[in-house]
């Protein structure tokens, strides 16, 4: 049994995060998008859930950044029934309900039993049915690690089903609240698509369902009567900051009205976090989407889940705004009387003077991102000019502040995070033994509600391990926490290892009796990479070449000496020297033919950094540590060898390497100077290590580290076993994981050849998540040929010598 060791651990409390999927083919998205808002209204946490676009057989590339970057516990899939025709598609419903009715079928039932079968008939019809395809499937459970069974999608919403276990529904737990809560708000009844979407996605949207849930639980919907403008709740909602109180318009839209909305109650007891260390609210961008497309949108809902200062600009609206001031003008020239602006007209308008609101101009003024979907660069650069028109205040300046920008180069780095308020950080300090934990982790509980409604409220805990942060892959959760022995109750996420609470099986009313407390293991980074290569059959070994990095690590002292020894011109010098191959400097190298080594003493050693005593005080660090050996070299009198003999073999006689002669050693068996020198062997595995131009993965490593802001693991030089195409093994130079995320490279002395793509190319073919980074390092130039094939290695950069070596 190992030595036991203390781990500080953070534990948070948070609910799920969930992603949906709708179908991008559908023309009916507008209606679909709308059904996922009403049932993410209903649950805690719903707010920030995702709403990504997909054909069943693949998913754009941004969107996998979002998903990667937003990390769901769970994902489902939104499917319209034909109950949702009735506003998406209503001639046609009215003319399908009037057909079966007039059938022989229900000829002879009354208005009530048909109403009851129609309504039951058409929730349970599906129209265009979004259907996950098995490689997708796989792609998201390899690339997401989400909870799940053999399917990605845990869960599967319609308009008049949503979200079940281990969802917790506000209906359930808001009378537990200990937050005041007047009357529960619900925005106006909107008929146009377009105005549902932007209202709904900062309101939510509250169903019969949900009316008469809140009701149960003791609580008084209001809805917002049809006398408010629309182009006034909009204002208010996204963004305005100053509230609305239009006359005879009751109860005015004040600072009170979105807390109490459904989205915003489904933020129950609920804080905002970045994940960021470095964000600078004040310094970020204001985003904005231009573009009519399903992608337009789930773009900008996702993004703005994620992030503020993200908003939405539909393109028919700033088309129609600018037709209708382009002819406003002209009626004016001539004398005629000017049109009022139509309600989308007026809405465009405010959308943008909400950017221009966000912009705070001054020293500190922020900058606008225009990006889309649909519409290229050419065109946002023309609809750059009319957006800037569309500002009520200084619009040449507004319009200046706005950059013409690709949505692949929309930042994802700081990501909004939901927890529970005051359960943010819970400290823990846990003992463990060869990486598992002693006794089990104390799992915090919700502390803001008033009681804990079983079996009703579930939650997630969340993990932090200081200086152990795991890659999120789908198979790691159970074997870092396991609860039940269940393979599907803990998952590694990329902001920390998340299990499910109080219990997947509650059997009794005390809390404390069934909550989890799992065991922790913090499995080592080969097993780690293990659970990497785990679904394509390939194993990981160390290579020789691993093993002698290893072991100079352990004799420098660790990376970061390693790396700091051989990044500095004067100390890589030393080793430089060792590889000699003749004797140099007047003798102060020595290179001998027998075991084929260079010998260096100290004058060569303070030749390399300038100064004897510095050199010497280096000496005697390098020789305690077992990086250097002292000894002489001496010739034998009779078979004439001129060899090393280290000076644990010495007494006042030596035996020769090869004759195995005994003799004293005299003046005759040296030659200069009287008294013999010191010469220095470098340690057999740091000059196999040299050799074998591992000092290259060394500095790789070593900047990569530099670069970690939690936590950083590294196996270096591996065997890939079984490795696709070649059936044998590859070596992979870098193997590391820089929080949380996975790093590959190709390490070459000399110059980088196309070959060395190859495994990186077979790499992308497995059914793996793509690595976050694939490094090419090389001390020598890099070939245009070669820059291009690089190119289409997923997520490959470049190291040259000047990254690495101080020359």
């Known amino acids: 049994m190992g030595e036991p060791t203390y781990q500080n651990i953070t534990a948070t409390v948070r609910p799920p995060r969930c992603a949906i999927l709708i179908s991008k083919n559908s023309e009916y998205w507008k209606t679909a998008a709308n059904v996922a808002i009403t049932q993410a209204s209903q649950v805690w946490g719903g707010r920030y859930f995702l709403i990504v676009p997909t054909d069943g057989e693949k998913i754009e590339g941004k969107f996998w950044e979002l998903l990667e970057a937003y990390s769901p516990d769970y994902l489902a899939v939104c499917n319209l029934t034909f109950t949702d025709f009735e506003e998406a598609n209503p001639d046609r419903y009215a003319e399908i309900k009037q057909f079966h009715k007039n059938s022989e079928q229900t000829k002879d039932w009354s208005d009530a039993e048909f109403e009851d079968w129609f309504t039951g008939s058409a929730a349970q019809s599906q129209v265009d049915e979004l259907t996950i395809s098995e490689s997708l499937n796989k792609e998201l459970i390899y690339r997401l690690s989400p909870f799940h069974h053999s399917d990605a999608v845990d869960q599967h919403l319609t308009s008049t089903s949503g979200f079940g276990y281990p969802f917790t529904k506000i209906a359930k737990i808001i009378s537990a609240t200990t937050r005041h809560i007047g009357l529960v708000r619900l925005p106006p009844v909107i008929s146009d698509p377009t105005f549902k979407l932007l209202i709904h996605s900062e309101t939510g949207v509250g169903d019969s369902e949900y009316i008469d849930e809140i009701s149960e639980a003791g609580f008084t919907p209001k809805r917002l009567p049809d006398t408010y403008k629309l182009t006034n709740v909009l204002t208010h909602v996204q963004g305005s900051q100053r509230p609305y109180s239009g006359e005879h318009e009751e109860p005015h839209l004040d600072e009170t009205f979105l807390p109490n909305t459904p989205f915003g109650l489904s933020m129950l007891h609920l804080g905002q976090y970045y994940r ?81 609101s966000l912009i705070r101009y001054g020293h500190s003024a922020k900058s606008v991102q225009l990006c889309s979907m649909s519409l290229s660069q050419r065109q946002l650069v023309s609809y750059r000019t009319q957006i800037g028109r569309l500002s009520y205040f200084e619009p040449d300046r507004f319009a200046s502040k706005i950059e013409c920008v690709s949505v692949e180069s929309v930042s994802t780095s700081c990501v909004l995070r939901v927890y529970e308020t005051d359960n943010y950080a819970n400290h823990r300090s846990m003992v463990f033994v060869d990486g598992k934990s002693v006794s089990p982790f104390a799992t915090p509980k919700p502390k803001s509600f008033n009681a ?36 599907t109750e803990s998952r590694v996420a990329n902001d920390g290892i998340a299990y499910l609470c109080p219990n997947s099986m509650i059997f009794s009313s005390d809390l404390d009796a069934i909550l989890v407390r799992p065991k922790i293991e913090m499995l080592d980074t080969m097993a780690l990479f293990d659970a990497y290569f785990e679904g394509v059959g390939v194993r990981v070994r160390y290579s020789d ?113 090869r004759c195995s002669l005994s003799q004293q050693f005299t003046r005759g068996h040296w030659r200069k100077p009287v008294v013999p020198h010191w ?39 591996i065997d890939l076993l079984n490795f696709p195409r070649s059936g044998k093994s590859r070596e992979m130079d870098v193997a590391c994981i820089v929080d949380g995320a996975i790093v590959f490279g190709e390490c070459k002395t000399d110059s980088l050849k196309t070959e060395a793509l190859e495994k990186f190319a077979a790499l992308a073919e497995m059914s793996l998540r793509n690595p976050a980074r694939v490094i090419f390092a090389t001390t020598q ?21 000047s990254d690495l070596y101080d020359d």
């Open 276 to 356: 960021a260390d470095n964000h600078r609210p004040d310094k970020e961008p204001v985003v904005l989407i231009l573009g009519d497309t399903v992608e337009d949108f789930c773009f900008y809902y996702s993004l703005s889940r994620m992030h503020e200062g993200v908003k939405w600009l539909p393109q028919a609206w700033l088309r129609s705004y600018t037709k209708a001031r382009n002819a406003a003008r002209k009626r004016r020239e001539q004398g005629q009387e000017v049109e009022p602006f139509t309600l989308e007209q007026q809405s465009g308008r405010d959308i943008v003077s909400v950017v221009s």
């Open 452 to 487: 804990i409604r079983l079996p009703d409220h579930y939650w997630l805990t969340s993990l932090q391990i200081e200086g152990y942060q795991p890659p999120s892959l789908p198979t790691l959760g159970p074997k870092i926490a396991n609860l039940h022995n269940s393979t």
């Open 545 to 657: 070449k691993g093993n002698y990095f290893n072991d100079t690590l352990r004799r420098f002292g660790g990376l970061d000496a390693t790396g700091k020894f051989i990044k500095a011109a004067a100390t890589r010098s030393i080793l430089d020297k060792f590889m000699s191959r003749k004797v140099a400097e007047g003798g102060n190298i020595i290179y001998l033919e027998n075991d084929q080594r260079a010998y260096l003493n100290l004058d060569a050693i303070a030749g390399s950094l300038s100064d004897e005593k510095e050199a010497a005080d280096l000496v005697d660090d390098l020789v305690g540590s077992e990086v250097l050996q002292r000894g002489y070299i001496f010739q034998c009198e009779r078979c004439r060898l001129i060899s090393w003999y280290g000076i644990d073999t010495l007494t006042a006689e030596f035996t020769c390497n």
């Open 679 to 717: 010469y220095y062997k470098l340690s057999e595995t740091i000059y196999q290590f040299y050799r074998n131009n591992s000092h290259l993965t060394a500095q790789v490593l070593y900047k990569l580290k530099g670069e970690s802001k939690s936590a950083f693991h590294y196996a270096p030089e």
């Open 781 to 801: 130039s890099v070939s245009d040929e070669f820059r291009e094939q690089m190119s289409k290695v997923p997520n490959a950069e470049l190291m040259v010598r």
